[in-house]
């Protein structure tokens, strides 16, 4: 039998790795249920100085690093190409959502009846970004 070689590709970093960072932080915000209870309802946060809540999220997402509702303007500054479909998903229900609600409480936002898929897609996206930054290192 012959020996087979098993060679990995290397994974070409990203350009921003410290706006990666933003990004894989507010997937993971929007994918923890516990978390968002915690700090952006009941306003307990880890350490002094420190600020999280929904529309912060929801800022770096589509306005800082504009990797929603369109992720493909992100890869090689941002975002991996396997990226691109969770994160899709994700802005497919995301973005209707803040388009509905508009400037309301994080409470009616975590209310809402899509709220739950919002999590769901939200953890598929972080187990994928999170997977590329471990697979980087």
């Known amino acids: 039998m012959e020996a087979v070689e098993v060679v990995e590709s290397p994974v070409e970093p990203v350009r921003y790795p410290s706006m990666r960072a933003e990004i894989v932080l507010a997937v993971k915000?929007?994918?923890?249920?516990?978390?968002?209870?915690?700090?952006w309802i009941r306003r307990q946060y880890p350490h002094e100085n420190f600020y999280d809540?929904?529309?912060?999220n929801a800022h770096i997402l589509f306005?800082?690093?504009c990797v929603l509702p369109d992720p493909e303007t992100g890869v090689g500054d941002v975002l991996y190409p396997d990226e691109v479909g969770v994160l899709r998903a994700l802005g497919e229900v995301l973005d209707p959502l803040i388009n509905e609600l508009g400037n309301v409480s994080d409470e009616r936002y975590l209310q809402h009846p899509q709220?739950?898929?919002?999590?769901?897609?939200?953890?598929r996206a972080?187990?994928?970004?999170?997977?590329?930054?471990?697979?980087?290192?």
């Open 63 to 65: 306005d800082d690093t």
């Open 126 to 137: 972080y187990r994928v970004l999170s997977q590329n930054d471990s697979a980087s290192r």
């Open 29 to 39: 915000a929007l994918s923890d249920p516990d978390y968002q209870q915690r700090v």
């Open 115 to 123: 709220w739950a898929e919002v999590l769901r897609r939200s953890e």
């Open 53 to 56: 809540d929904f529309t912060q």
